[in-house]
T-cell receptor, first 114, second 114 residues
Framework: DTEVTQTPKHLVMGMTNKKSLKCEQHMGHRAMYWYKQKAKKPPELMFVYSYEKLSINESVPSRFSPECPNSSLLNLHLHALQPEDSALYLC?????????????FGPGTRLTVT | AQSVTQLGSHVSVSEGALVLLRCNYSSSVPPYLFWYVQYPNQGLQLLLKYTSAATLVKGINGFEAEFKKSETSFHLTKPSAHMSDAAEYFCAVSDSPGDDKIIFGKGTRLHILP
């Protein structure tokens, strides 16, 4: 199984809502990543988890809160987002941080903030 | 800082023709270089990677890339384009293991003409 799954596929939320994005992999990978991708732009790294611990936070606003409850699951909690946060949110995983270059990506969650 | 430049935001080739997508990197030390493909409404998939071994790297789906230090280039080629190759292609760079960050180029949209 070389699949990274993400739910939901699409999400529309108001600026006062609280929602969560979910990412799951069963490849035994110990590094997991969140990226943000705006339309017609490359992905931008947000967070890196290594062995369930946050190892990189790319100065992401606190309205985005990541969580890694176990080695297979990665969540991104959203609260009080702004319309400019609308984007495709991609999750990825790799064997470990040293194998960061061989990341397996999920299909993404397309988020619209109204 | 590391960066890659992809020449041409859109490239069109006829089915069966040679595919050439250009990428130049800026680095004072040998970098790690990658090509990723993104099909519509999907996440990214690693096509191939250069990690200072052989300069000619073969990837999936018939793609290959050659690392040319003298030209600071890592162009992606495929001898014969197929309709299914239509997608967004990202060149990416990273310094070394432990850096964790992949810096993506702006992407090149490949169009295949029948």
């Amino acid at each position: 199984d070389t699949e990274v799954t993400q739910t939901p596929k699409h999400l529309v939320m108001g600026m006062t809502n609280k929602k969560s994005l979910k990412c799951e992999q069963h490849m035994g990978h110990r590094a997991m990543y969140w990226y943000k991708q705006k339309a017609k732009k490359p992905p931008e790294l947000m967070f890196v988890y290594s062995y369930e611990k946050l190892s990189i936070n790319e100065s992401v606003p606190s309205r985005f809160s990541p969580e890694c409850p176990n080695s297979s699951l990665l969540n991104l909690h959203l609260h009080a987002l702004q319309p400019e946060d609308s984007a495709l949110y991609l999750c990825a995983s790799s064997q470990d941080r040293d194998s960061f270059y061989e990341q397996y990506f999920g299909p993404g969650t397309r988020l619209t903030v109204t | 800082a590391q960066s890659v430049t992809q020449l041409g935001s859109h490239v069109s080739v006829s089915e069966g023709a040679l595919v050439l997508l250009r990428c130049n990197y800026s680095s004072s030390v040998p970098p790690y270089l990658f090509w990723y493909v993104q099909y519509p409404n999907q996440g990214l998939q690693l096509l191939l990677k250069y990690t200072s071994a052989a300069t000619l790297v073969k990837g999936i789906n018939g793609f290959e890339a050659e690392f040319k230090k003298s030209e600071t280039s890592f162009h992606l080629t495929k001898p014969s384009a197929h309709m299914s190759d239509a997608a967004e292609y990202f060149c990416a760079v990273s310094d070394s293991p432990g850096d964790d960050k992949i810096i993506f180029g702006k992407g090149t949209r490949l169009h295949i003409l029948p």
